[in-house]
């Protein structure tokens, strides 16, 4: 905790001294009810965080804790009843003046196993179109990863595509640009950043399988590159106010170290990952749909054995249904909602050269759930998960079912009196 409290004092007597010499734009993180008919953007969710200001200086602080009870089981194996805090995320921002915004998310895992730096960026706004972002950036492969924060879904765990087959909450220090266009009732935006990227531990790990997440256990990420060349990853998305938002992203780059000192070692190996994403509101009906959906192609050393895939895929769709909308135990804004999320991931796509046949280490999952929102950023939920997962050669599946729930509140740096007045979103608004 002592890094804690150092790193927020430290952040905030350097955001409050630009009060003397900036002219701050008062508005910037003045806390008004989301206009939810607003075209905004996955990549619109860096800011849209649960901010309040403090006192009249420029800094802001806020945040949200995921708490839960876990009981699963697989093939009747169980660990028993678990209680888990799964992770506790602070922000702090600052509008230094009308076109500098500066936003830091420090995040606490498993209690203090795991403190992360998730983002902490400088934004300079030149034009609607042309804006530069620098520091530690999320990079924007998916809609996920940059739209993660878990109070803003009905669903305890993170999807299995966004975790366990692109990293989610990945983040690099670099620099890139970004913009968006409105015209009429359509909102066109663009990201285009240069980081540090992965390194060869997507195949060398103790999964035994290409795996992009293990880059995320290297801290040295955040200092240098693996081997000097930048990870590239762009996105384009356009959103509709009637239809909803698509998104296309690109993230790639060489993951292994090819030279060193000047020598040879290795080729140059790539990694190259695309998604799609989509949601929409369904008229009528409010039925909130959002789905991602990735692929992810290695370059795999001819030494490696066939286990470790040289191509990936796999994606999630979420559905959920308001049921009741109305008030209830004295909350004015109460909703509770249904839902389902699908989820499907193939490690491994291809045959065996020996035999031909079809190599699988693939899973299905379906996660049906209940949620209660007494307030806009609180929410109370039931899920229950049924998942199938086969080996490399498809033998009978291992099947793991049993059911989370759990709280994730939001907090501020709200006044008691004042905690009537909420901001309101649900789903991945």
């Not at 890094?3 to 430290?10: D, G, N, Q, S, V």
């Not at 002219?23 to 965080?49: G, P």
């Not at 998104?247 to 060489?254: K, P, V």
């Amino acid at each position: 905790m002592r890094f804690l409290r150092t790193y927020i004092l430290i952040m905030s007597s350097l955001l409050s001294m630009q009060v003397a010499n900036a002219q701050v734009d008062s508005t910037l993180f003045k806390r008004t009810a989301v206009d939810t008919s607003k075209l905004l953007l996955n990549m619109d969710a860096v800011y849209n965080r649960p901010f309040l200001g403090v006192g009249k200086t420029p800094v802001s602080v806020g945040g949200y804790v995921e708490a839960n009870y876990q009981h699963l089981g697989t093939d009747g194996v169980s660990d028993g009843h678990q209680f888990q805090m799964r992770r506790l995320t602070l922000f702090i921002a600052s509008g230094i003046s009308r076109r500098l915004k500066f936003l830091t998310e420090i995040e606490f895992e498993g209690g203090t196993k795991e403190i992360n730096i998730e983002f902490a960026s400088l934004d300079f706004e030149f034009h609607p179109l042309l804006n530069l972002r620098g520091g530690i950036v999320m990079n924007p492969i998916g809609a996920f990863n940059q739209n993660h924060d878990g109070p803003k879904w009905e669903f305890i765990d993170r999807p299995i595509s966004a975790t366990q087959l692109l990293p989610a909450t990945w983040s690099n220090v670099g620099f890139g640009l970004y913009g968006k266009l409105f015209k009429n009732d359509w909102v066109y935006a663009y990201e285009a950043y240069l980081t540090n990227g992965f390194d060869d531990t997507i195949i060398s790990n103790d999964q035994n399988k290409t795996f992009l997440p293990a880059s995320k256990a290297n801290p040295d990420r955040f200092e240098e590159s693996f081997n000097g060349i930048p990870l590239v990853t762009t996105k384009i998305a356009l959103r509709n106010k009637k239809i909803g938002e698509l998104g296309l992203s690109y993230m790639g780059g060489i993951y292994n170290q090819f030279e060193v000192g000047g020598l040879t070692m290795d080729e140059k190996r790539s990694v190259d990952s695309w998604a799609v994403d989509f949601n929409t509101i369904l008229p009528g009906s409010n039925t909130y749909i959002t789905t991602e959906w990735a692929w992810v192609f290695v370059d795999i050393p001819d030494t490696y054995t066939q286990q470790y895939g040289k191509k990936q895929t796999g994606g999630f769709l979420d559905i959920v249904q308001p049921i009741f909308q109305k008030p209830l135990f004295g909350f004015e804004r109460s909703v509770i909602n249904a839902s389902c999320r699908f989820e499907y991931v193939d490690w491994n796509i291809g045959t065996f050269e020996e035999t031909n046949e079809n190599i699988y280490d693939d899973m299905v999952s379906v996660l049906p759930g209940l949620s209660w929102r007494p307030t806009s950023q609180t929410v109370i939920r039931l899920n229950y998960r049924y998942m199938w997962e086969r080996d490399l050669f498809g033998n009978p599946p291992s099947k793991t079912a049993g059911s989370n729930s759990g709280f994730h509140p939001t907090f501020k740096t709200l006044p008691l009196a004042s905690a009537n007045q909420d901001n309101y979103y649900f789903c991945g608004e």
